[in-house]
């Protein structure tokens, strides 16, 4: 009732505005007043069914990828290949990380699809990918995550011990650096880089094999050099 006396209203004024005739106007006042409530009431009734369309946001939760602490150049440049390697995921830095790795973020940080963890809201998480460990121990504050169990989580690295994050992927080999792993699965794929990728991928392998002088060396991995 309140909705039909405001629109006659309107339809009065729009009658002394415009100068129709009373005897033209006076019969569709009321036809047009309920008319007007009708769609008006008809757009309320379609308001619950829009909000059941809205897409829940969990669904829509974010794939990261992450890394241990005190981050050297393998495990950084582990990070930016899975970024390459799984589209629309996100790197997420530990606080700590190597005095040389964060004078290369300082430069370079802004054309990386990486930003810190803190402050980053966990909730948000609904696929990890743990690059260069595989214990929850040496993340940065991610225990939380562990017994997740809707948690999607995929692991990427070459160090054979210590193992405590269960994964639906395990990417595990004796390799001197876990990016070339991922060097390897890019290479497959055919995944483009640009030069400055190309340059942290190398600095990740030398970093890790002490310029390919290490016993952990192995062939796979001067291949990714060469």
């Not at 899975?82 to 370079?108: D, R, W």
């Not at 402050?119 to 696929?127: K, M, N, T």
């Not at 017994?147 to 160090?159: F, P, Y």
């Not at 994050?165 to 483009?192: F, K, N, W, Y």
């Amino acid at each position: 009732e309140v909705m039909r006396q405001h629109f006659l209203g309107e339809i009065n004024d729009f009658h002394q505005f415009h100068c129709c005739e009373e005897d033209t106007i006076a019969p569709l006042r009321p036809i047009l007043a309920e008319h007007l409530v009708v769609v008006v009431l008809d757009q309320l009734t379609e308001v619950p069914k829009l909000v059941r369309q809205v897409p829940n946001r969990r669904k829509h939760r974010m794939q990261i990828i992450t890394t241990h602490t005190g981050t050297d150049f393998d495990a950084l440049a582990s990070v930016v290949a899975c970024t390459l390697l799984y589209p629309g995921s996100m790197g997420l830095l530990p606080s700590m990380v190597n005095p040389e790795v964060k004078q290369f973020l300082a430069i370079h940080a802004d054309i990386l699809r990486v930003k810190p963890r803190k402050g980053f809201d966990l909730e948000a998480i609904r696929s990890l990918i743990v690059v260069d460990t595989n214990s929850w121990k040496r993340l940065d504050k991610l225990d939380s995550l562990a017994g997740n169990k809707e948690l999607e989580v995929i692991c990427w690295d070459h160090h054979m011990e210590g193992v405590s994050i269960a994964s639906i992927e395990t990417h595990r080999e004796e390799v001197g650096a876990t990016v070339t792993l991922l060097l390897e699965e890019m290479q497959q794929r055919d995944t483009p880089i640009s030069p400055m990728h190309a340059t942290l991928f190398l600095l990740g392998i030398y970093s890790d094999t002490g310029c390919m002088r290490y016993p952990s060396v192995t062939a796979r991995d001067a291949a990714m050099v060469s």
